[in-house]
Structure formats: structure tokens, C-alpha cells
DNA sequence: CGATAATCTACTAAAACTATAGGATAAAAG
DNA sequence: CTTTTATCCTATAGTTTTAGTAGATTATCG
């Protein structure tokens, strides 16, 4: 299941990328564009903010806006801030491997072969899209 | 991520599969060789003979066995039964379709449209692997 | 300054996941 | 028929994750 931060996240990158310019979009306009609880939204911009997706401006006029053009940004990335992992079990992720505890052996392990190719058939789709083809 | 469920799962299914012959297996044996606590391994051995896979023997020498040959045992089923949907979510799934509460337009939402390619290419590998495949 | 709006920390409620406990039921062996 | 073996079933406890809230703080503009 996608979390909802993550499907939030995408949506309002699609916000930004979708307003032409880059002036400060405000928080409380994507939350209630897309029928976001605000407080929620708040905390996902904050993260996307510090992975270096977007800008944000304080005070009065201020908000967020994208750093990047949005052909820019592949949404493998947008998911590995958002979603975590994109391998389905550690054992098979390449950015966060880590070993199972039961599984003696990876190289006969059934769940392994089997994740490894959704694994791949997964990345296929993240890098071939950036944020632009999502609009 | 895949739940432990499926994971213990799957591995059951290719113990059992490996296992020449339809010898019933005891719920001990399985538990001790894949490292799987074996309280819980027997409620999901339950949920997978409810469901068509395994078929069970009480009493001295039972156990549970493969009702079908491996190579008929397709992954989607098996994934869909253990883990549930393949899609992230409900709005691209084929089997347990449902309406986003946000997101007035299925047609023009960016997740949606992202989510399809996901769904579509985790279903291709399913659908090319059956249990023969993983062991 | 005063209004506006983002930032940050901490907290909580609910749901899902993982696992365990304990006994009921059924089959086979003696 | 009794004992042993092993599945069947229900309930529940502990933990983690998710989703959302509260409230104080800080920066900017006019």
C-alpha cells in the first residue's frame, strides 16, 4: 500500500510543477485544492523541503515552490524520500540492504528471486518518469 | 514492504514444493527449517488451505501438502491472497477496486496515472512466475 | 510595530502487524 | 477405548506505523 504522506507528496509536487512560475504557493491553497488535511500537508512539505525538492519562503507572500524544473526530478527519488525503500523485503534493496534474519542464504532463497524482479520491474517505472510525466 | 505473512508464506509453499511426493509435512518441521515461529506459521497454513492451496491431514503422520502441481500455482494468486491487492492503491486495483475519498477526477490525478505503470508491471511478473519458478 | 505565514517539537489516537496462549477437534496407533 | 499426535480455532497482547493535532516560535512584509 502507498502510504498517504507519500500520495499527498506526489500531489503536491503536481501542484507546483502545474503552477507556471515560481512564486510561493501557499500551504493552505494545495491543502484545500487537493482536500488535504493542512497539518498533515504541512509536515510532508517540511520533509520535502529538507531532501532538497523544495524552496519555501517565510512570512507574508510566502510558501512553497519547487527548486527544480520538474523534468528534473525522477520519481525514484520522489519515492525513496517519501515512501522509503522501493524493494519490497531489505534482503533486495540497493539503497537500504540489509540482511533477513531467518534465510540462511540469500542465493536459494525463493522470496529473494522473486522480489528481485519486482524490484526491477518497480525501478523500471520510477526512472522512467519524472514529475513532469506525471502532469 | 512484504508483510511477514506472505513472506513466511511463500517460503512454506516452496518447502513444500521441494518436498518430492504429497507426504503430508508437519507445521514443525517447516517452522524449524525456515526459521518461522511456529504459532504463527500454522495460522497462515490455515489461511492457505482455506484458500485452495494446501490440503491437511490430522493425526499421527499428517500434515499439510500441495493440492496442485507448483507450476499451477500462479503468483498473482498466491500474492493476492497473502498480501492482498497488488496495487498501492485502491483506485488502480483490478480485484478490489475502490474510489479515492480526495481526488475528484481518476482521469487527471497524477498518482493514478503513476500507479497504473506500478500495477501493470508488478502483474507482469507475477504472472511469469508460478511456485515451479522460485525453487 | 502588527499581521501574516512558515517552522518546529511533541504528542496522541487509531490501525495494522506480528506473534502467542490455550484449548477444541480429529485421526491414528496400541 | 485410551493415548498420542497434530491440526483447527478464537482471543488477545505487544509493538510498530500511520495519520493527524496542538501549540509555541520565528521570519517577512508593509
Known sequence: ???KKTKYGLKALTYLARVKGKEP???AEIAKQENISQKFLESILLT???NGFLGSKK?????YYL???PHEIPMTTVMRVLEGPIAM???VSLNFYEKC???PDEATCSVHKLMIQ???????VYRSNTLADLL
Open 67 to 69: 527548486i527544480k524544473e
Open 48 to 50: 520535502l523541503r529538507r
Open 25 to 27: 504557493v501557499q500551504i
Open 89 to 91: 523485503v531489505p534482503c
Open 1 to 3: 500500500m502507498l502510504s
Open 118 to 124: 519486482v524490484r526491477d520491474s518497480a525501478l523500471d
Open 101 to 103: 534474519g531467518d534465510c
Open 59 to 63: 512570512g507574508k507572500g510566502g510558501g
